[in-house]
């Protein structure tokens, strides 16, 4: 479980200390490659892709991640999903710290047309990525 903890623990500081340098430093778009990939500060008061679940917001984040976690003290048997779990935890721990501060998460990846994102949210994609590749590699 040392695994799980310790890529939690990375995923959520990074996650952190990438919004509050965002907040701190970028006031303007910087442009990776052109208009297509990009820097670009945004806050999002919502859920996953900016969805607005009103009151209930709150409850449903903490009993995901509650879910979450006791999911990966069952499931988390290989190095790739206590790594998978670790991402996906400590994005999120990341995200909801993010928004205490402000009652918004910095978002600042801008990628096509694709909503806005931060670190947090990539290392819970990457942690869901993991999980289903570890998935599909025991069906096999």
């Known amino acids: 479980m040392w695994l799980l903890l310790t890529s939690a623990i990375v ?11 965002v907040d701190a430093f970028l006031a303007q778009r910087i442009a990776i490659v052109g208009a297509f990939i990009g820097f670009e500060r945004s806050v999002n008061g919502g859920v996953a892709f900016g969805w607005h679940l009103g009151i209930i917001q709150p409850l449903l984040i903490a009993v995901a991640l509650i879910l979450i976690a006791w999911l990966a003290t069952v499931a988390a ?12 935890i400590g994005g999120g721990i990341a995200n909801i710290i993010d928004r205490l501060r402000d009652g918004f998460v910095t978002d600042f990846i801008q990628v096509g047309s694709c909503p806005v994102f931060n670190l947090a949210d990539s290392c819970i994609t990457a ?3 993991l999980l ?4 599909l590699q025991k069906q096999k």
């Not at 048997?77 to 996906?88: D, M, N, P, S, V």
């Open 132 to 135: 289903l590749l570890g998935y």
């Open 77 to 88: 048997k290989t190095r790739e999903a206590q790594i998978g779990f670790g991402l996906i």
């Open 11 to 21: 995923s959520g500081l990074l996650g952190v200390l990438a919004a509050v340098f």
């Open 127 to 129: 942690g869901a990525v």
